[in-house]
């Protein structure tokens, strides 16, 4: 029955969504394939069935390793060893992020210098280092709000000096590296650490932590993009943004997002595995309901993300073409401010990144999830 309200909550949180999208693409820009329609319907029931599935495995798996994980760090005594462990979480969850592969890729594209496996590796290191020092403020019990202060008062002073085609890519980074897997993981880490010193702390510490990751990435882009002018003597001018086509057929979309998969979810699996037996230390029945919800984690992330690609992709591309389309007066262009509003806020309800944290806060609060 459980199982069955999440795939209804997710089934519902959707609708606003889709309904949205065959508005558009019935009576304001009809397809003139019809088979295109089929395309749509089949990435929206893909989307939905694949976020089901993750969100049900992800209890089982990817939030209790990170809880586990988190609560067992302070047995370390030291501080240093708590932030060494952060730091390579947080750099593990980053650079498995399906989404960061996507956007290195993206930014190749407009930008041929930036070189994509070391572009992944520098947000991955700038999420890693900011893990750690998250960490390292619940453990010292530091101001949270003077830590935003600080930090983004040195991200904004250096937005004076970085390249002007790297700031706004910086916090366009930060949003791709909060994605499926590593908002959920960092989130149950950061958990673990502060509900296991909550007796001189309040849960208020459990939050943040993914805020304070987030500068990394900005801070690492930052870097990166004045080391590159500096190579370059300035950043060569910013090419057309021409991916063509991503995938040349549905296995070339299977065979790549199954790899994305396993790159995501396996290596926490076998990082988790080492602490089990020399510092965790859960009962075997424990481990293996583990080890079993990240088969469902895995099933659902790819088929969430193959929807996407096959059913979706093609249409938010399709949708905004058709408002700008010159044959159109010019007034009717307005109505893409309103449309996007609403598929804005239908994408973010779909987003399993966000329905974790709310799961999160109810749990925080002491409610069922």
């Keep these: 029955m459980k199982h069955l309200n999440v795939v ?38 893909g989307v939905v069935l694949g976020q089901a599935l993750f969100l049900i495995g992800l209890n089982t798996s990817i939030l209790p390793i990170g809880e586990s994980i988190g609560k067992n760090l302070v047995k370390l005594k030291k501080v240093v060893w708590i932030i060494l462990c952060g730091l390579l979480f947080g750099l593990l969850a ?20 930036v070189h994509e496996t070391l572009f992944i590796w520098s947000m991955g290191a700038g999420i890693g280092v900011f893990v750690a020092f998250a960490l390292w403020r619940v453990v010292k019990n530091f101001s949270i709000k003077l830590t935003f202060i600080i930090w983004y008062g040195i991200l904004f002073a250096m937005a004076f000096i970085v390249p002007i085609e ?13 994605g499926d897997i590593s908002v959920p993981f960092i989130l149950a880490l950061g958990m673990g650490v502060s509900l296991t010193l909550s007796n001189r702390k309040d849960n208020s510490d459990i ?5 304070i990751a987030s500068i990394g990435p900005i801070l690492a882009i930052f870097i990166y993009g004045i080391v590159l002018s500096h190579i370059h003597g300035g950043i060569p001018p910013v090419g057309a943004y021409d991916p063509g086509t991503a995938f040349e057929s549905v296995f070339e ?29 859960l009962p075997k029945k424990d481990v293996k309901r583990i080890l079993l ?58 987003e399993p990144a966000v329905t974790v944290l709310r799961r999160t806060t109810r749990k925080d609060n002491g409610q069922e999830n």
Aim: glycine letters at 8%; proline letters at 5%; a negative charge.
């Design 8 to 45: 209804k909550e997710t089934f519902l949180t959707s609708l606003p969504l889709i309904a949205i999208i065959f508005a558009v693409i019935i009576f304001v820009a009809p397809f003139e394939n019809h088979f295109d329609y089929v395309r749509v319907l089949i990435g929206y029931v």
């Design 94 to 113: 980053e650079v498995a992020e399906p989404s960061i592969a996507v956007f290195a890729r993206q930014t190749h594209i407009l930008i041929n210098e």
């Design 166 to 178: 790297f700031v706004a890519l910086a916090f366009d980074g930060s949003g791709a590296t909060t």
């Design 207 to 211: 939050f943040g932590i993914v805020g």
């Design 253 to 281: 979309i299977l065979r790549g997002n199954l790899r994305a998969v396993l790159i995501a979810v396996v290596p926490m699996i076998v990082v988790f595995l080492p602490f089990q037996f020399w510092l965790i230390k």
């Design 293 to 350: 919800g990240s088969i469902p984690v895995m099933m659902g992330l790819f088929v969430f993300l193959s929807a996407i690609d096959y059913g979706f992709a093609f249409t938010g591309e399709y949708v905004g073409s058709a408002f700008l389309d010159s044959s159109m007066p010019e007034w009717f262009r307005w109505l893409l401010l309103p449309v996007a509003f609403v598929l804005g806020a239908a994408i973010t309800l779909t």
